[in-house]
Every structure is written in structure tokens, then in C-alpha cells.
């Protein structure tokens, strides 16, 4: 019989008391716990899911004549202006100082040619840039493999009949990016419209009097690619007859919260005689969604932690005046102060300890089960050490705290006062 | 010379917010020798328990001096006053104030839960005094699973435990009835007649003729002192 006996005695024969403490500091610690848990992988979604809209900036020509419509960006279709985008600007974006930032750059040259007959949106392309860009595609058929390969869009592809529906209506579609590689967030797109099941019926196109194979049907959107002929970049400059030419440049950078403005201004030094602009809006609205989601997860879980603190504190200070008569027979059988101080912080660091376990567990609980209401997409829950720890920790700092005071008043109470009454 | 020398000893409380001190106890001169049995008799109210804390060295008096065993305890600092009250005396509560959580045989030990002696030693002294009270074959049993005169048999187990040269116990036969009472009381006069020091308070008149000597307080003021013929 030791010193700790006697707090493992008081623990297992009180389970009420005790299993109300741990009650109390594990829901403190496990509100902390969710809140902090759901805010940052919905920070990381949204990052991510903004991530997916494509481009953060976009680089064109000086130009004043607007005349053709790609991605909700108005860029310039006239060939002969003097100020001029070239393949070698796309490798310079490279070359500023923050390009450890830029994810992609994906060069790209637009133009109306004659397709069988019809006028049909052409976009050259790197495919490797561009299929890291528009992540959300999903494609019939395979990636462009051959330089003389192309990917089209679902309304160009029914107009000039490549495709043909299917009766099974089992869609045969795949992401463009496999499923390792995309990141949290990224399984199936939130805006995703819902699949026609169709197959390619017809795999060569006449573009210009040159063959092409159709390597994949993007399947719809609702965006602009759904006009669009993508081929390699090289092709359709020759085809377009702009060879080495460049329609606009696009951007992506990484993270969340990076420096874009600051980007900008690099890539318009590198490129005096381009139009550098950010999509200023997402880049704003995501900036200031996540900031503010952290701001108030922090904000909450300050007040939940000090509720929490008073808490604990009260209930131990009640204990221990609960246990005044208690503690004074020990003092009169002739136990220290600190033999006393002891006992009572060994109950206090059992009880916080497992409360900071079961709060931590219950959190990551309440995550599990209230994470497919705050987002679309498949997040995977972590269990993060540091976070188990910090909850662990953070409870038995509580715990300490609120009862040191209370353990520290208990022991210098006078003996002869505390078993004088019933 | 005596085991306990009290020597002028007075008590007043100055209760929080109220002007007028309380005199409890005035002037107690009290000697008890080793070996002696002593009951100290007087209405409610008089002041024995205060005088049996004092005795106890968890009391300060206001004036005056206690001496155990030739130490003047209120000399001692707090924390040394403390090991003096684990080593040098037992204490039974009136109401026995037996931890709820701890069953028999962890409440008798609790006067050793410091001291350096292997647990196998703790755990067999403890039966030991069980023995000797009668209750070794209810040590795992919590005190709420026990009758009143088993917890006051217990409450003097704890008491005994280290061996204490002087046993201090306030109306340990208070909340009992007359049987359970008398159970107690001849627990004490076995240990007595083994050579232990008992001072005990007590209310019941009958209780104490047990004891050799009857110390008689009132208003904090002793009064005849009624010696009993061995
Ligand atoms: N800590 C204290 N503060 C103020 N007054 C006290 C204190 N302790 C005791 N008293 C007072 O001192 C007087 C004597 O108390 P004490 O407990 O010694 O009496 P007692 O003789 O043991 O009585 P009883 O037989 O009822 O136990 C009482 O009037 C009591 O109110
Ligand atoms: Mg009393």
C-alpha cells in the first residue's frame, strides 16, 4: 500500500465521480478535437476542390480585339497582332522567383477551322500540362498517346457524329487522372453532370485536309470544352497556319493561400508584353472562406477549451471540498501536504488522461460521422499523432491546473477543524 | 517522568466576523503516565475534544505547552508535527472517519502508506492487528459492508497499526448502541492491559470506570480528578 494505492483505490471503488470527471473533460476535449480535425480537412478540400477549377492565372497577348470566348475568358483571336505570345514565353513563366508556386503551365493556341464541314473550335494543347489542369475530365476512350492524337469535346464529337449512344447505359468513362494521383478531394467532381452512356463510332476526323485519331470524347461538362477540338499543340499551330504562336497561357499555382497577386506581378515582368491576370475572385473568395473557417474553428475551440477548464475546475474544487474530512483524517493519521498533493494529482493525471484518450476518440468520431455533411467529396479521415497527443496533453494541463489550487488549499487545511464535523 | 505533560494550557477561538473570543479551554494541567488508561468526562460543549486535538498535536493552544515522550510537539514544525502524529500516536474518531473507499485491510494500513517497509510487511502487521480486533476474516470488505461496532473495532485497528505509544480516541462508542458499545470498550481494556496508553472521551459514565482515571472538564476548567481502585 502506497501512496498511488490509495488514488487507484478512490478511482475504481468512485466510478461514478470519476467516470463524471472524464465525462467532463472529454467533451471538452473532444469538440476541440472535431472542430479543429473537420476544419482542417475542410480547409483542404476547398483548397484542393478551388484547385480543380483550373487555372489561377491566366497569361494573354496585349490586345484590344476580343473576339472569341474560351473558359468564360475572352481572349484574343487575331493572328496578325504585333504583340504576340510564343512558345518560348510559356517555358519563361518558369523562370520567375516563385516558381516553386507553379504547379502547371499549360501553353495553348486557338482557332476556328473547317471540319467536315462545319466550323469547329480548335484548342492545340500540351496534353500532358493540360490534362494536370482540368483534372475533372472524365474521358471515353483513352489519353492522347501519338502526336496526331486528339480529345474532344462531347457536343463538337455528336455534331460531327464520332459517338454513339450506348443502350446498356453503363458509361465506360474514366477520370483523366488516376485515382492514386489525385488528391484528397479529388475522386468525383462536385459539379459533375450526370453521364449519357456513349461510345466513339467513328475514330478518324478530317481536319484541314490532315487525318486525326480520336483518342478520347471528353464526356459534357457544361463547360466550354464541350465545343472544343483538343489536339497537340505543334499540330494545330501549323494547322491554324500560326506556327510557334500562342492564344493565351494557363497557370495554375499551388496551395492554398499562395502568394498569386504576387505571382502575377513576377510573370508580368517576365512577360512585359503579355496580359497577366488572376482569377481574382476564386482566388479571393477561397483565400478569405479559409481564413475565416480557421478563425472560427480557433474561436470556438478557445471557448469550448476555457468552459471545459472552469468546468473541471469546479468539479475538482468540489471534490476536494468534498473530500475535506477526507484529507484531514489523512493529515491527523500523519501524511504530508505533499504526500497528500501527490495523491490527488495522481487521480487527477489518471482521470485527465483518459479523458484527453476518450475525448480524442470521440472526436475523431464525431468527425468520421458529421464529415459527408460538410463535403461532397470522399475525405479521408487521418489520424494525426500530433493531434492525439496535443488532446492528451491539453487535457492533463487542464486537469493540473484546475486542481492544484484546489489540492494545494485542501492540504493546508487544519486537521483538527476537518474531522471535527460529521 | 510522565509520557504526556500538558502544562497550562488554554484555548480560545476568534470565530471569523465575530468580536468576542471564545475561551474553550483555560489552564489544563494533565499528566499521564505510560501504561495509564484515562477518561475525560464532561458535558457537551466543555471542550474535550479540543483538548484531545491539542493532546493530539494537530491543535495549537493558545497558551501553554505539550510534551510527548519529552518533545514539545508545537515546537515542531508543521510537516515534522505530522510524522510525529504518524509515529507517535492513534487517533479513533467518534465517528471513525474510516476511508469509504478503502476496505478493511487498505484502511488499517493507511498510517503506513510512507513508510519505506516492503508490502508483504505492511500487508501482515495490518492482519495482524486485525487479528487482535477480530476482524481478519472481514479484510476485504469496505466499511460500508460492515456493522457500527465492526467499523469502531476497525477505526482502533487503523489506530494501532504503528504500534503508537499513546492511543487518543474521542467518544469511540458514540454512535453505538450499548452492546456494540461495551464490544469496543473491552477491545481497549485488553489493549490496555497489554501496556497500551489510552486516553479516551467519553460521554457514558459506565464506559468510563473502565479506565484506571476519570478526568472531569466543564467549561473548558478541570475539575476533581476521581482515581478508581485497581
Ligand atoms: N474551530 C473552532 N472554532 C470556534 N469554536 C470552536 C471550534 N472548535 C470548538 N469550538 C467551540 O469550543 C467549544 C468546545 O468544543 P469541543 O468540540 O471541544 O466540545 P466537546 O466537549 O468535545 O463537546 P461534545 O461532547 O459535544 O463533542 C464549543 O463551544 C465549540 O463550539
Ligand atoms: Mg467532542
Not at chain 1, 211 to 233: N, Y
Not at chain 2, 53 to 60: E, L
Request: hydrophobic residues 45%; neutral net charge.
Amino acid at each position: 500500500m502506497r501512496i498511488r494505492s490509495i488514488a487507484w483505490a478512490n478511482l475504481k471503488r468512485r466510478k461514478g465521480k470519476a467516470a463524471f470527471l472524464i465525462v467532463g473533460i472529454s467533451i471538452g476535449i473532444a469538440t476541440v478535437v472535431a472542430l479543429l480535425t473537420l476544419s482542417r480537412l475542410i480547409k483542404d478540400e476547398i483548397g484542393t476542390q478551388l484547385d480543380q477549377f483550373g487555372a489561377n492565372i491566366i497569361v494573354v497577348p496585349q490586345s484590344n480585339s476580343l473576339s472569341l470566348d474560351y473558359g468564360g475568358i475572352s481572349v484574343s483571336g487575331v493572328s496578325l497582332d504585333v504583340n504576340q505570345l510564343k512558345d518560348e514565353d510559356a517555358r519563361r513563366v518558369l523562370d520567375i522567383p516563385y516558381r516553386n508556386r507553379i504547379s502547371v503551365v499549360a501553353p495553348k493556341i486557338l482557332g476556328v477551322s473547317n471540319v467536315e464541314g462545319q466550323p469547329v473550335l480548335l484548342a492545340g494543347v500540351n496534353f500532358d500540362a493540360e490534362l494536370k489542369l482540368k483534372r475533372w475530365w472524365r474521358l471515353v476512350g483513352q489519353k492522347p498517346a501519338q502526336d496526331g492524337d486528339l480529345l474532344v469535346g462531347y457536343d463538337a464529337a455528336k455534331r460531327l457524329s464520332l459517338i454513339e449512344e450506348t443502350a446498356d447505359g453503363q458509361s465506360q468513362a474514366v477520370p483523366v487522372m488516376p485515382m492514386a494521383e489525385i488528391t484528397s478531394g479529388g475522386g468525383v467532381h462536385a459539379n459533375h453532370i450526370q453521364e449519357k452512356a456513349f461510345r466513339i463510332a467513328r475514330d478518324r476526323v478530317q481536319i484541314g485536309g490532315n487525318e486525326f485519331r480520336v483518342a478520347g470524347v471528353i464526356t459534357p461538362t457544361g463547360g466550354s470544352e464541350d465545343q472544343i477540338i483538343f489536339g497537340s499543340l505543334p499540330r494545330f499551330q501549323k494547322l491554324l497556319g500560326k506556327p510557334d504562336q500562342l492564344s493565351m497561357i494557363e497557370v495554375s499555382a499551388l496551395c492554398i493561400g499562395c502568394p498569386v497577386e504576387e505571382i502575377v506581378k513576377q510573370i508580368s515582368t517576365q512577360l512585359p508584353n503579355a496580359k497577366v491576370s488572376a482569377l481574382q475572385q476564386s482566388v479571393r473568395a477561397r483565400a478569405e472562406t479559409v481564413n475565416r473557417l480557421t478563425r472560427f474553428a480557433s474561436a470556438v475551440s478557445a471557448v469550448v477549451l476555457l468552459i471545459g477548464g472552469l468546468m473541471v475546475f469546479t468539479t475538482m474544487m468540489g471534490s476536494v471540498v468534498e473530500r475535506t474530512k477526507e484529507i484531514g483524517v489523512l493529515r491527523a493519521i500523519g501524511l504530508r501536504k505533499r504526500q497528500i498533493i501527490n495523491e490527488l494529482m495522481i487521480e487527477v493525471a489518471a482521470i485527465s488522461t483518459i479523458g484527453g484518450l476518450v475525448g480524442w476518440t470521440a472526436g475523431m468520431l464525431i468527425s468520421w460521422l458529421i464529415l459527408p455533411y460538410f463535403s461532397q467529396s470522399g475525405l479521408k479521415l487521418e489520424i494525426d499523432p500530433k493531434i492525439a497527443i496535443g488532446a492528451i496533453l491539453v487535457a492533463v494541463l487542464i486537469g493540473a491546473v484546475s486542481s492544484v489550487y484546489p489540492a494545494i488549499r485542501a492540504s493546508r487545511l487544519d486537521p483538527s477543524e476537518a474531522v471535527r464535523y460529521v | 517522568m510522565s509520557f504526556v505533560v500538558i502544562k497550562n494550557v488554554s484555548k480560545v477561538y476568534q470565530p471569523d466576523g465575530i468580536d468576542s473570543a471564545v475561551r474553550v479551554l483555560a489552564d489544563i494541567n494533565l499528566a499521564v503516565q505510560e501504561g495509564e488508561f484515562i477518561s475525560l468526562m464532561g458535558p457537551s460543549g466543555s471542550g474535550k475534544s479540543t483538548l484531545l486535538t491539542i493532546m493530539g498535536a494537530m491543535n495549537r493552544p493558545s497558551e501553554g505547552s505539550v510534551m510527548v515522550d519529552g518533545v514539545d510537539v508545537y515546537e515542531l514544525p508543521e510537516e515534522r508535527r505530522a510524522d510525529f502524529r504518524r509515529e507517535y500516536l492513534g487517533f479513533v474518531f467518534q465517528q471513525h472517519h474510516l476511508m469509504p473507499y478503502l476496505n478493511t485491510l487498505e484502511n488499517v494500513m493507511l498510517p503506513l502508506v510512507t513508510s519505506k517497509t516492503s508490502a508483504k510487511e505492511k500487508r501482515s502487521r495490518a492482519m495482524a492487528v486485525l487479528q487482535r480486533v477480530g476482524l481478519a476474516n472481514k479484510a476485504t470488505r469496505l466499511p460500508n459492508q460492515l456493522s457500527g461496532g465492526e467499523q469502531g473495532r476497525l477505526a482502533i485497528a487503523r489506530a494501532l497499526v504503528n504500534e503508537p505509544p499513546l492511543i487518543l480516541a474521542d467518544e469511540p462508542t458514540g454512535t453505538l448502541d450499548s452492546n456494540t458499545g461495551s464490544e469496543i470498550m473491552e477491545v481497549f481494556q485488553q489493549l490496555n492491559a497489554q501496556g497500551q496508553t489510552i486516553f479516551m472521551v467519553t460521554h457514558n459514565p459506565e464506559n468510563a470506570l473502565v479506565a484506571h482515571r476519570i478526568v472531569n472538564i466543564r467549561d473548558g476548567r478541570m475539575f476533581n480528578e476521581s482515581e478508581k481502585e485497581q
